[in-house]
């Protein structure tokens, strides 16, 4: 059976104009003004904005972490995902020590395969770095998984000191890496200073991922990313002075990638010391940043310097993050956003911040769409691409 939307606005990455769209079977099979079509289902989207499918590309469900496994798991944060009109997820399959990256993927693929609501795909988060991973990277790139992630901080995920020799070799495969950039060494200075200090609460979270430990990971990544001579992603980049780094690094003619998250655009450091234990719902990292690098984030969307907003969904319940009440180093660190992401960006971003709606599209949809190796397939509303449609 067909089915028809009439009357609506598509919008894509350049324009926003008025036509009809025909679909059938999950595909699209024409985008043009006045289609007449008998034997399709009809729906009129007369006044509404019609949206490709939104993609978050950066969700962590059903993660093992901080003692205690996120709240939702691959069942509920793709339902939650498809009520906000995210039609596809891009989650981190994580590599564990001693393993290989195929064995993470097929970790990973156990947990979503058959709980899913939406489509997903994965990145790989490397810990284990060694001669046979290496190997491995041509034949993963080729089955499809084309983005890795890489941690400049925890313990457990530390690669800082391997990511010049990771970037050689994604760049021979054919892969790209987001990296997650705080300094590991003044943060866990910054804790001991702290508590020393006898502060425990969720305040002292703030205190200790000050801006500058954003500033000088992204710095020294893309120090290392020009000589490895490879782009690089910024993932969830929350503060000006880590935006100073990637100024600097274009201005060497460097090719680098941002994504920023809808809570360093809404909510400010003031978070961190609401009243009681509220404050640990906002305990994440990066953290939340200042009043001027919330708003100097929403001119970068609006100047086009940053490419995608994804969410870092890492859900916990009250309960959850109460195993942090007398220590907040405990406090497990995340928050939702999976199913609110479009409706945040065009409530606080088209209506509030000067956002076009084509610029919306870029952000949650055709962007990572194109830089996750899913693009004419998702991304776009055009003949032969993937059905996947919000009527907003
Ligand atoms: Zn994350």
């Known amino acids: ?9 598509v919008v894509s ?45 950066h969700t962590h469900f059903d993660l093992h972490v901080a003692g205690t496994v996120t709240a939702d798991d691959f069942e509920s944060g793709t ?42 795909g994965f990145h790989l988060a490397v810990s284990d770095w060694n001669h046979s991973v290496s190997e491995e990277l041509d ?10 992630k890489l941690y400049m901080t925890y313990d457990e995920m530390y690669m800082a000191d391997k990511i010049y020799q990771i970037l050689k070799r994604l760049k021979e495969a054919g892969g790209i890496a987001g990296v997650h950039c705080e300094n590991k060494g003044i943060i866990e200075a910054l804790i001991e200073e702290e508590k020393a200090k ?55 003619g460097q090719e680098v990638y941002v994504e920023t998250c809808p809570q360093y655009l809404i909510f400010n450091e003031d978070v961190y010391d609401l009243p009681g234990f509220e404050g640990s719902k906002y305990v994440i990292s990066p953290t939340i940043k ?32 109460a195993a942090g009440k007398e220590d907040f180093t405990k406090i497990p660190n995340g928050m939702p956003g ?29 962007n990572p769409a194109k830089l996750y190796g899913v693009y004419p397939r998702k991304g776009v509303i055009a003949p032969g691409s993937d059905a996947d449609l919000v009527v907003f």
């Open 1 to 9: 059976m067909k089915t028809l939307l009439k009357g609506g606005t």
């Open 13 to 57: 990455g350049t324009k926003a104009v008025a036509a009809d769209v025909l679909m059938e079977n999950g595909k699209i099979l024409a985008v043009e003004p006045g289609i007449e079509e008998e034997k399709a289902d009809v729906i009129d989207v007369t006044g509404r904005l019609l949206f490709p499918g939104f993609i978050d590309a």
């Open 79 to 120: 339902k939650a995902a498809i009520a906000g009109g995210t039609t596809m997820i891009i989650d981190f399959a994580t590599q564990y020590q001693g393993e290989s990256l195929h064995q993470a993927l097929k970790n990973w693929h156990k947990k979503a395969d058959g709980n899913a609501s939406c489509d997903y």
């Open 139 to 148: 034949t993963i790139v080729s089955e499809g998984v084309t983005s890795f």
């Open 198 to 252: 006898g502060n425990f609460t969720v305040n002292a979270h703030k205190k200790t991922r000050p801006a500058a430990v954003e500033a000088e990971a992204a710095g020294r990544l893309l120090k290392i990313a020009q000589v490895a001579d490879c782009p690089v992603i910024i993932v969830h980049l929350s503060s000006e002075a880590g935006y100073k780094e990637i100024a600097y690094a274009r201005e060497r």
């Open 290 to 321: 200042k009043e001027s690098d919330r708003q100097k984030l929403w001119e970068l969307l609006k100047t086009d310097q940053i490419q995608t907003v994804s969410t870092d969904h890492c859900s916990f319940t009250t309960d959850q993050k």
């Open 338 to 366: 999976v199913e609110a992401r479009p409706a945040l960006v065009y409530s606080f971003g088209v209506k509030q911040n000067g956002l076009t709606v084509e610029q919306m599209c870029r952000l949650l949809s055709e």
